[in-house]
């Protein structure tokens, strides 16, 4: 199997060699489960405000990388598994995230239902709800198109790397709308994916030369800013090429902040955040949109912004605390996979980031 930018080939730490956790992947993961939380928070403020506020422009920036760099650590330690059995990895890589998918649409219908039938009909709801299986339901589709990028990957282990790449590059550029979210995210974010999986060691290696040159990577990171916010500002970051170009650059810098925050031990919330990621993502719905409507309703913070701010701390915070709730009353269920519903021998095995 053809790899670009094997360990082999670039000589460099990989994900094997490294310990069970991995501080600057936990931070780079936390920094992505921010921006995710904040797009939500903000764009559903702003939208029931009908105004805008300063955190809109922090929202725009992120937009070209926010979820390439989440999906390039999604597969940065695929190599680890994916000569696994077919029946492991799709226990691993497919019905680990079914199961959550379809746990978390069914208690977010639960919460949306009664708004929703009273727009339409209780017989509309239930037709939505059954449709969620086919076109992903609202902030859940990274955790409905991830499966289907670990099984294409492994269909496509034999091919060489380098053709699927620049298959995966042109679709991205090609900038494709159907309206079905699988087919048109799918396009856009597969390269990303891909592009972890057969760069993880130069992934790897751009940590390293962070890490043992800080001065230069702050360099670099502030000439990445400069021209991902003038793209931005210009309207010119979703031109074809440039989008991918953008994503790619996006995803480095992000590793490498990550890395420089490791190394300086600051900022630990977001290395929390990195670490429980998925509970973040699962969960963070219920306490954002209940914020968010308290504080549009009473008025007492005039500020669009400041709105938003503290509707993303609280999506985010709030989101840990349900988790936390749900070990106490032993609804463990809600963030761990039963044993009834695994395909393959569960074992005892180092938490690995993205890698189960």
Known sequence: MTRIGTAAASGRTTPSSTRARIDWVDYAKGICIVMVVMMHSVLGVEAAAGQTGFMHGLVAFAKPFRMPDFFLISGLFLPLVIDRDWRTYLDRKVVHFAYFYVLWVTIQFGFKAPAFAAETSWREVGLLYLESFIEPFGTLWFIYLLPIFFVVTKLTCRVPSLAV????????????????????????????????????????????????????????????????????????????????????????????????????????????????????????????????????????????????????????AGALVIWQAALRLRANFLFERPDAFWIAPKKAQPVLQAAE
């Open 165 to 316: 790449w620049i298959v995966a590059a042109a679709l991205e550029t090609a900038h494709i709308l159907t309206g079905w979210t699988v087919i048109d995210e799918f396009c856009a974010r597969f390269v990303y994916f891909y592009s972890g999986y057969v760069l993880a060691g130069h992934v790897f290696a751009l940590s390293e030369r962070a890490r043992a040159r800080p001065m230069l990577a702050l360099a670099g990171l502030f000439c990445w800013a400069l021209i991902n916010g003038g793209l931005v500002a210009t309207g010119n970051s979703e031109w074809p090429i440039v989008s991918l170009l953008l994503g790619l650059s996006g995803a480095c810098a992000i590793v490498t902040i990550g890395t420089l925050l490791a190394q300086a031990r600051w900022l630990n919330f977001l290395r929390l955040c990195g670490e429980h990621s998925i509970v973040i993502y699962l969960a963070f719905f219920l306490p954002m949109a209940v914020t968010r409507t308290l504080l549009l309703r009473s008025g007492l913070i005039p500020d669009i912004g400041t709105i938003s701010l503290i509707v993303t701390i609280f999506g985010i």
